[in-house]
């Protein structure tokens, strides 16, 4: 196979192990919470099969190595003699967040802990040998002395891991023969034979017998038959299993020969009841199982089947190609999907971008030449603005994605964090279906992280207090999206011990960040958190006391045009809601022209406009002016002047003023020389080929062809407070 | 011009295409590999707290370019920006840029052997922006490095 085949199929490879491993993780969770499915158990056991056939096919040691152990377990309680409660699946969250990280080892190269994986596998191994002990008091040499799995050896835990429940030799003698479909179907003897070695000792004969003349044999017929005897503590059942996957492809006979020698039958109707069942389960893991058994190292005890070699490689890439289909139609009814390139969909993304404004261009001019008069030209561009809009609408949706992706990573965060500060929490997850756009996903990774750890750090009290205070020792975390009004609405509630606003007002009074006078409103001083500089833990934690803070967080939320809000009842919790566009690529805007260039202010700041009456502005200081509204003074930032368009202010009688909240929900007033109108923006880079403006956010094409700068309202505000917007400049310069 | 170019190519190795161009009262030339384009002016939207040199931005055909005067970038008094001056686009590395001159004139194929050193002079414009010299026809054309420019960049890499 030529090397970038293989590079494609290990990306296919890892794309696929993000799948199994959301699989995995959703189902544990569903196990946590109580669920006895059994589907779902066969579907976390899948999950880890899937990758480490995947990762032997890949020769990824470790992660086979741990996948085994794990899978070891996942069987246990598959078959019912491990109950997946407690402790058990603590166990098993934590060895599946193991498991991510040697998959993202794995593939983005790095280090692991290895003491933790050591440690992870340890209590897996102990889960497995668990039932063994109990079941019978069976000397552990025993096993040795069944000469059982030579090729473990160097798992420590391995040899322990698969012990008997009745551990009593039974001796099997199968007859096997395939038909030419098993061949055509990918499968192989040899595969199956080590695999059945797996299970016990094994002698194998074959029949050489039906191999007809060279000039008679089919190149792709089956001659060959094997007897195999199989020696093994494992009930019929699992030896029946290996063949699962070649069934009807093969003449197939079991016989047990053997005496049992303790231990209740296994083969009785309950176990082939269960083995029914199992079977369609069964069926999907089996699919996987020959790739990781395709691994170089070769048994010795058996011997090769006379299949030409070559055709080897080639069944194996059907084989990959085949579980990989049965995979994403197998799991869920899930509808068809295809990958696409991110880079297309962005490409396409920026083509319907140019035609919404080539579109409103040439309505423009259409306008312009007075031709929209006639109604048929009317009607036509109606139709087109519709398609044009339809077909935005509909490249958006591609890009949209729910936002389970981001919500699928707390409850890992979520363990870690009370594992590390002591608490005990249950996290609720809603509306993980809710779609928003990919780059709005991506960047909301990390303040959701942050906004979470604050949660179970700072909102959740310890369980002790949770008692004392009579209420539940779990904490309760909910995290939810939904869409409203055009926008994603997250709130990340808990059920901890709300905002304490003394204690906030004393810390922000302490770091003088607010006067000691303040007269400051419940909001207004839960709102303080999110002040730069402020945080309230009085031992920095490192969970959530990095330096940074809720400021942060907020401005992250702020450049993906999101806004953050508060609102929190002592006793009973916090709730912070955070408010998202659902796409980057457009943006409402309200188009204004400022010293006669025309500028665009995002919707989401603006608060309301209003024409200033010259008895309302006052001077002060020296350059300053404020506007007085509603009895409150709020600073009047002349936009044209903070810009550089013109070294003298505007006349405030003759603008309009637009009231604006920015960072830290500060409300200021920015004059304008008029307002155009509101309308869609498609938003352009100025990064791309130019660099960071100060003051302004990025740019877009107006119907005129002309480029408009989307003002960045916060900069603007912060400029106007410290003249920092010139001193940013003055730096640009310096460069 | 053009048809002294296989000469000069036979006479003295590799050839390379330059195209020429005046700014103000001077000729000057850059790598023709560089351009992706030559257009005419139209009017820019101002940047807030720009360089002197930088004009604005134009649209593209749905990407924002910025205009280099090159005239105020060189040290000369600003052009009168008008119809007649042209934006030549250019290319580099994955920046798109326009430098506004006064007129295109035309494209040479020179051989490596025929770019002179800039002398050694005081001026700022030589020094930052002038790779080399060219004598032709008893006209003198600076070879601009295009990379130079182009304005430093506010998050990242220094000249």
Known sequence: ????????????????????????????????????????????????????????????????????VFETVLDEVRKGRLAAAGQVVETLLRAADVLADLVRVARDGGDVDQSRIQAVSDELGSLSGTPAASAADEPEENLDDLGFMPVVVELPIFD????????????????????????????????LMRELQRLGEITVACDTQSIPLLGELDPEGAYLAWTINLKTTQSEEDVRGVFEFVDGDCDLTIAVNGEETGGPSDVDIEALLRSVREEAAEQAAQADAPIADAAPEQPDAIAAPSEPPAVAPKAEAAKSEKSGNEKSGGSEAAQPTIRVDLDRVDRLMNLVGELVIN??????????????????????????????????????????????????????????????????????????GTEVDKTVIERLADPLTHMIRNAIDHGLEKPEVRVANGKRE???????????????????????????????????????????????????????????????ASTISDISGRGVGMDVVKRSIQALGGRVSISSRPGEGSTFTLSLPLTLAVLYGMVVTVAGQ??????????????????????????????????????????????????????????????????????????VDGIQGQRQVVIKSLEANYGRVPGIAAATILGDGRVALILDVDAVVAGSRNGSLSAESALALAG | MTELAP?????????????????????FCIDVMAVREIRGWTPATVLPHSQPFVRGVINLRGAVLPIMDLAVRLGFPPAEAMGRHVIIVVQVGSQIVGLLVDAVSDILTVSDTEILSPPDVASDMAKRFVSGLLAMDGRMLSILSVESVLPEREDGDPQ
């Open chain 1, 160 to 191: 322990e891991a698969p012990a008997p429940e009745e551990p009593a030799v039974l001796e099997y003698t199968i007859s096997f023969k395939p038909h030419a479909s098993l061949y055509a179907n990918a499968n192989e003897p040899i595969v």
């Open chain 2, 7 to 27: 000469i000069l190519a036979q006479k003295s190795g590799p050839a390379r295409e330059l195209i020429a161009f005046a700014v103000g009262k001077q000729e």
């Open chain 1, 474 to 536: 779990e904490g309760l975390v909910r995290l939810s999206a939904t869409h409203r009004g055009g926008r994603i609405v997250i709130d990340i509630a808990d059920d901890g011990a709300g905002i304490n606003r003394p204690r906030v007002r004393s810390i922000a009074e302490e770091k003088g960040l607010i006067p000691t006078n303040a007269q400051l409103t419940d909001e207004e001083t839960d709102n303080l958190i999110f002040l730069p500089g402020f945080s309230t």
């Open chain 1, 1 to 68: 196979m030529a090397a970038s085949d293989m590079d494609a199929l290990r990306q296919i490879f890892f794309q696929e192990c993000e799948e199994q491993l959301s699989e995995l993780e959703a189902g544990l969770l569903e196990i946590e919470g109580g669920s006895t499915d059994m589907e779902i158990v066969n579907a976390v056991f899948r999950a880890v099969h899937s990758v480490k056939g995947g990762a032997g096919a890949f020769a990824l040691e470790d992660l086979v190595r741990f996948a085994h």
């Open chain 1, 598 to 671: 025309t500028l665009v202010v995002p919707l989401t700041s603006i608060i309301e406009t209003l024409k200033p009456k010259l008895s309302d502005v006052h001077a002060f200081g020296g350059e300053a002016r404020v506007i007085e509204l509603r009895n409150n003074f709020l600073p009047l930032i002349d936009v044209g002047r903070e810009l550089g368009f013109r070294d003298q202010g505007a006349d405030p009688g003759a603008g309009v003023a637009i009231l604006v909240e920015s960072e830290g929900g500060a409300q200021s007033a920015l004059l």
């Open chain 1, 359 to 432: 579109q409103a261009m040439l309505s423009q001019r259409l306008m312009e030449a007075g031709l929209a008069r006639s109604t048929e030209v009317l009607s036509g561009l109606d139709e087109f603005e519709q398609l044009t809009r339809d077909i935005q609408e509909g490249v958006m949706a591609i890009r949209a994605q729910p936002v389970k992706s981001v919500f699928q990573r707390m409850p890992r965060l979520v363990r870690e964090v009370a594992a590390a500060t002591g608490k005990k929490v249950r996290l609720v997850t809603e509306g993980e």
